[in-house]
């Protein structure tokens, strides 16, 4: 399967632990996003990169959300202390930025986490 | 303030019947709006893309059109189907990043 792969899948964890997630993108898409999704809301949109380089941070990522995309591959995303308001879907999503051409996004399965 | 404004109340339909879809902006201006499909537990996946100078875009059995005067795109599944059933939501891509801002989804259950 060449799709956007996620993992884990679940998390659960207790308040105050970190926890890291990974995304691998489909091979040849240079765009990486990370959006969080809680339950009967659409995606909001948290940070992305192309490449390397992470071009945008939503307001809504707070200073213990760090994420890398060392060598414009995977990406991974940390949450420091966790809270349970973090508890959320979290999505990755890659597409292919090409100039003129406006691509569709593809989202991997997510990764769910519960903070207790 | 901005705001994406899908029918949070689910839409149950009859097989073979037409859903339609309303996503209503304001204080947006979004070059391009996209439509997802979302089912339990899975991430999205990408339906339709349409341009702000494009009036419809049709995909089979799906038809968006996008009124920038309105500030409304309207989404159709005719000839429904009970596996079209899911959560359908639309995003505003503001051409800076390519990056999607969406609406809360609408979910339809299609009965047979």
């Known amino acids: 399967d060449t799709g956007v792969s996620q993992d884990p899948r679940h998390k659960i964890t207790k308040r105050g632990q970190n926890v890291t997630f990974r995304c691998d993108p489909i091979s040849e898409h240079n765009r990486l996003y990370w959006y969080r999704q809680t339950l009967g809301q659409g995606p909001e949109f948290l940070t992305y990169f192309q490449n390397e380089a992470q071009l945008e941070k939503s307001r809504l990522l707070s200073d213990r959300f760090s994420a890398e995309r060392p060598k414009g591959s995977f990406s991974t995303l940390e949450i420091q202390r966790t809270e349970q308001g973090d508890s959320a879907m979290y999505l990755c999503?890659?597409?292919?930025?090409?100039?003129?051409?406006?691509?569709?996004?593809?989202f991997g399965p997510g990764t769910r986490l519960t903070v207790t | 303030s901005q705001k994406i404004e899908q029918n949070s109340e689910a839409l149950n339909i009859q097989e073979g019947k037409t859903a339609t879809l309303t996503c209503n902006y304001t204080?947006?201006?979004?070059?391009?709006l996209q439509w997802y499909r979302q089912d339990p537990g899975r991430g999205p996946v990408f339906l339709l893309l349409i341009r702000e100078n494009e009036k419809e875009k049709r995909k089979e059995r799906l038809k968006v059109t996008f009124d920038t005067t309105l500030k409304q795109s309207l989404f159709h599944i005719t000839a429904s189907q009970p596996a079209d059933s899911a959560t359908y939501l639309c995003a505003l891509d503001q051409a800076a990043g390519n990056k999607l801002t969406f609406g809360g989804g609408t979910r339809v259950l299609v009965k047979p």
């Open positions: 999503a890659s597409s292919l930025a090409a100039s003129g051409v406006r691509n569709e996004q593809y």
């Open positions: 204080n947006y201006s979004p070059a391009y």
